[in-house]
């Protein structure tokens, strides 16, 4: 299983102290996302768990969303763009270049059966972002729950694709496995729908570095017997 987390100077910790932390907790590996800089990894030699760049996409709408995914695609592992209006959230769950859509209740957007079902066509996953459900409080914490549940139905009913993550910016907020599993069963979702949610994020990895590596010549072209580089 992995968890997707902010690096430094995005968040409050080194990628190698989030390795370090998250392999004590149980954890695979850990997706290290950031915006527009590159994380600070320290020093990752030795780190006992796997260490997945990736970029979370911030932008003010689909136009400016569209040239990043277009920037990043090629040379980062993982492509995330944070949605949380309903335009940014339409434009992600279209794209088959986008690997998560994160965030989709950050402001005022939603995930309806429309966005589920071009998620499910364009292998987009939908990210439950269970940080408000550990950090929240008050009507905040009630309605995130409330929004979870809800997506959860919905990419339930159209088998759409979805990773969960805690969001975490310092190592002090990871939490494991179990952990995170067991918040899940308390609140609804479920403590094995959790875990799948969790490795999904390693098999992300897993595909796309194997698409990134030299056996293919562009997305979904694999390198033939005979093809030869120039």
Not at 65 to 75: L, T, W
Not at 105 to 111: E, N, Y
Request: hydrophobic content about 40%.
């Amino acid at each position: 299983m992995y968890e997707a987390v902010h690096a430094h100077p995005d968040g409050d910790s080194t990628a190698a102290r989030f390795a370090a932390t998250a392999a004590k907790q149980g954890y695979d590996g850990v997706v290290v996302r950031a915006d527009d800089v590159r994380p600070d990894y320290g020093c990752l030699e030795g780190a006992d768990c796997d260490v997945v760049d990736a970029v979370e996409i911030v932008a003010d709408g689909p136009e400016q969303a569209s040239g990043a995914v277009g920037n990043f695609r090629p040379d980062r592992t993982v492509v995330l763009v944070r949605g949380g209006t309903d335009r940014l959230n339409r434009f992600a769950v279209e794209q088959d270049r986008v690997d998560v859509l994160s965030r989709p209740f950050a402001g005022d957007g939603d995930v309806n059966h429309v966005l589920a079902k071009a998620a499910k066509r364009n292998g987009v996953r939908v990210e439950f972002d269970l940080g408000p459900a550990l950090r929240a409080t008050g009507g905040h914490r009630v309605q995130h729950l409330d929004d979870l549940r809800k997506l959860k139905r919905i990419l339930d009913h159209y088998d759409a694709p979805y990773v969960v993550s805690a969001n975490a910016r310092s190592h002090l907020e990871l939490r494991a496995p179990r952990e995170l599993a067991a918040v899940g069963e308390e609140i609804g979702l479920g403590a094995e729908w959790v875990r799948e949610g969790l490795a999904e994020w390693g098999r992300i990895a897993a595909r796309n570095r194997e698409r990134l590596s030299e056996s293919f010549i562009a997305p979904g072209v694999e390198r033939g017997r005979y093809e030869k580089d120039d």
